[in-house]
């Protein structure tokens, strides 16, 4: 396919600043990033389902995100939808920074007077999800991750029981011990492991391998999926930079929600963080998950003292405060000229914000796209 869409950005309110930041209860807090709205194409049971047109689009939305491709499938779908759908995941909160449930499309006002759109996509964004814990396996973080197993998975079991959990381990090297399971015992024995001390770590490796894990789980559209990273930051192995593991986790639709159990080191006479390997908070911040930055310096002499409870707590509160808006875009719409439309929160208590967007009741959408290839 010849000619695909060049940008779709993201349009806010002058001097809108939202920025990113760490989310415990020691720290600052700061946010950041789906069945369906209604399809404007009414299909049958029995005809179309061959003769709709693929589109290719190349989506870039603040942080890149990337159109969803069908032949995606959700068990309770009767027909399957070949096309292209541009899909973002957004978070709604009330005015007291609580999430927002049971919002339909009747909560939503679209503003299209260029008729830019045929359709809109609007699910709810965690009632499924895919959910991989990467565990660094270096050093003194075994004994934490360990201690921490039942919590991590208690976060998993609050999910549907369509959801899936995996586990992939890694120091040097990266292995996907769990591969993708609903069966929670399974997933218990990935948390059990010896510690790997004098070797080196490929954090960014690993995290490249942890989207490789997605590949081998059926497209459904409205199934969120996140990786949560545990680790200390440190690389000094990985041949893959953290920009490229970005770029493909925004492809995927994958977000990671960074779990930063620090090293202190000694300075001035004090204990100090640390500095993780540059690109590590980032993953969290730019493919729409979070960044937990956890403990102190008394918990790093008295590791047994660390509860990541209250981190998963923040984690779920977050994935059940996200929605999927998508939209179908019109044929007429792919001439290589800009066009604007914009979505709206009906209810006035309530705003949404899309990548680094900040929290607004109406956030506009800018489209420029080239025709649809002949071929």
């Not at 969803?68 to 096309?83: G, I, L, S, W």
């Not at 999430?99 to 045929?118: F, M, P, S």
């Not at 993953?283 to 209250?310: C, N, Q, W």
Request: hydrophobic content about 40%; aromatic content about 10%.
């Amino acid at each position: 396919m010849a000619n695909c869409a060049r940008t779709l950005i993201g349009l806010k309110n002058p001097g809108l600043r939202h920025e990113f930041g760490q989310n415990h209860r020691h720290h600052n807090n700061c946010d950041t990033q789906h069945p369906a709205f209604w399809s404007f194409f009414h299909l049958t049971k029995r005809k179309l389902i061959s003769h709709v047109a693929l589109l290719c689009l190349l989506v870039c939305f603040c942080f890149s995100a990337q159109p969803v491709t069908a032949q995606e499938t959700e068990e309770d779908d009767v027909v399957r939808v070949n096309t292209d759908l541009l899909l973002f995941p957004i978070r709604i909160r009330d005015k007291k920074g609580r999430a927002v449930a049971g919002l339909t499309e009747q909560d939503l006002t679209l503003r299209d007077d260029e008729k830019v759109t045929t359709g809109v996509y609007f699910a709810p964004g965690a009632d499924r999800v895919a959910m991989l814990f990467a565990l660094d396996q270096s050093g003194s973080l075994q004994q934490i991750i360990n201690q921490q197993r039942d919590a991590a998975l208690a976060l998993f079991s609050r999910f549907s029981d369509r959801s899936s959990v995996a586990i992939l381990r890694f120091a040097e090297n990266a292995k996907l011990v769990v591969p993708f399971t609903k069966d929670t015992e399974n997933a218990r024995a990935g948390f059990r492991f010896r510690a790997a001390p004098n070797q080196r770590t490929a954090l960014f490796d690993a995290a490249a391998h942890s989207l490789e894990a997605f590949d081998d789980l059926e497209p459904v559209r409205a199934e969120r999926r996140i990786v949560v990273l545990i680790s200390d930051g440190l690389d000094n192995q990985s041949a893959i930079r953290p920009d490229s593991i970005i770029d493909v986790a925004l492809e995927k639709r994958v977000s990671f929600y960074v779990i930063h159990l620090p090293l202190f080191e000694p300075i001035d006479g004090r204990l100090e963080v640390r500095r993780p390997a540059k690109g590590f908070r980032e993953l969290a911040e730019k493919t729409g998950g979070k960044y937990f930055l956890v403990g102190d310096r008394k918990s790093a002499l008295m590791p047994r003292d660390i509860d990541l409870t209250p981190i998963f707590d923040a984690i779920e509160e977050d994935l059940k405060s996200q929605y999927l808006l998508g939209f179908y875009i019109a044929e007429s719409a792919r001439d290589n000229k800009r066009h604007v439309f914009s979505v709206s929160l009906k209810p006035e208590e309530i705003k949404y914000s899309v990548g680094r967007f900040g929290f607004e009741r109406t956030h506009k959408f800018m489209i420029n796209l080239a025709p649809t290839s002949t071929k």
